[in-house]
C-alpha cells in the first residue's frame, strides 16, 4: 500500500494518548486530531475520515451520545468508530456502545491493531455491498491483508 491513504480521526485525545497514537499510527495513516467532542463530531462531519477513534475519559452516558449522534448523521453513519475508554474496569454493557471496536485506555500495540483491522473489514463488507464503490484492489483491502501479516508478528504486550 502507498502510504497514508486511510484517514483517521481522532476525537477527543490528551497529548500522551495523541503522542502514542502518532508512534503506532503516524506513518501508515494521515491522523487529524481535534480535542473537543462537539468539535470533534462536527469535524467528522465535514471531512468524513475513513476511521475515527473517540478517547473519553467522561461520563458514560456521555461517550455513548457521541457514539450515537455520529451513528445517526447520515454523512456520517458509516464511519466505523473506534472508542477508547479510560474506565477500568469496562461498564458491564460495554458490547452493547454504539462503536465497532472498543479498547481501554492501557491498550497495547497489537490490541490497536486488531481494532483496526476490525473496523477496516468493517469498511471492506460495506463496500462490497454496494459494487459500484468496491474495487477488491483498494486501500481497504490492501491494508486488511497488511495488517494480517503485522498482527501475527506482534507479541501481546
Known amino acids: 500500500m502507498s502510504k497514508k491513504e486511510i484517514n483517521i480521526l481522532l476525537i477527543g485525545c490528551d497529548d500522551t494518548l495523541q503522542h502514542r497514537l502518532l508512534e503506532v499510527l503516524g506513518d501508515r495513516y494521515v491522523l487529524k486530531s481535534i480535542r473537543d467532542m462537539e468539535q470533534g463530531i462536527k469535524k467528522a462531519i465535514k471531512i468524513i475520515p475513513d476511521i475515527i477513534l473517540i478517547y473519553s475519559n467522561s461520563l458514560?452516558?456521555?461517550v455513548v451520545n457521541i457514539c450515537l449522534l455520529l451513528k445517526d448523521h447520515q454523512l456520517s453513519s458509516?464511519?466505523?468508530?473506534i472508542l477508547i475508554l479510560y474506565e477500568k474496569p469496562a461498564p458491564p454493557d460495554i458490547h452493547s456502545l454504539p462503536a465497532d471496536a472498543v479498547l481501554s485506555f492501557t491498550f497495547s500495540k497489537k490490541e490497536l491493531m486488531l481494532g483496526l483491522q476490525k473496523v477496516?473489514?468493517?469498511?471492506i463488507q460495506l463496500m462490497k455491498r454496494y459494487p459500484l464503490?468496491?474495487?477488491p484492489e483498494n486501500a481497504f483491502t490492501r491494508e486488511y491483508s497488511l495488517l494480517s501479516n503485522y498482527i501475527d508478528q506482534l507479541t501481546d504486550g
Request: charged content about 30%.
Open 60 to 62: 458514560y452516558e456521555e
Open 78 to 81: 458509516h464511519i466505523p468508530i
Open 120 to 123: 477496516i473489514s468493517i469498511k
Open 133 to 135: 464503490f468496491y474495487d
